[in-house]
């Protein structure tokens, strides 16, 4: 597995949780414990996807961090490729910010 492919999935899930929340809030399924705090955890995920989107944009040492972690899948690789490959593909997480958002704002009007 390459990094790219690592990144892809990892990113990609973050999408398919996103979708998956959307699809049971947009069908009015009920949530184990209760709907009344999916409007809030919708909202606290899609600030956790944003804030994850805008630290791989930018220069922070957590950005360097996470580009570490690929260096355990990929060995051939720098650490500033490794940080270009989480940027690259960190338009994902502002996909699945979105997606949570706007579950939240249907989790509004559903529950």
Do not use: H
């Amino acid at each position: 597995m390459t990094a790219k492919t690592f990144v892809l999935i990892t990113f990609g899930g973050f999408i398919a949780m996103a979708l998956f929340i959307l699809g049971v809030v947009l069908v009015g399924g009920d949530w184990r414990g209760g709907n009344d705090d999916v409007v809030w955890f919708e909202f606290a995920w899609a600030a956790l996807t944003l804030g994850a989107y805008i630290m791989y944009r930018q220069k922070w040492s957590p950005k360097i961090t996470g580009a570490r972690y690929l260096l355990a899948v990929e060995r051939d690789l720098t650490v500033e490729e490794a940080a270009e490959i989480c940027q690259k593909y960190s338009f994902l997480l502002l996909i699945s910010a979105g997606l949570s958002l706007i579950a939240g704002v249907a989790a509004i009007f559903v529950y």
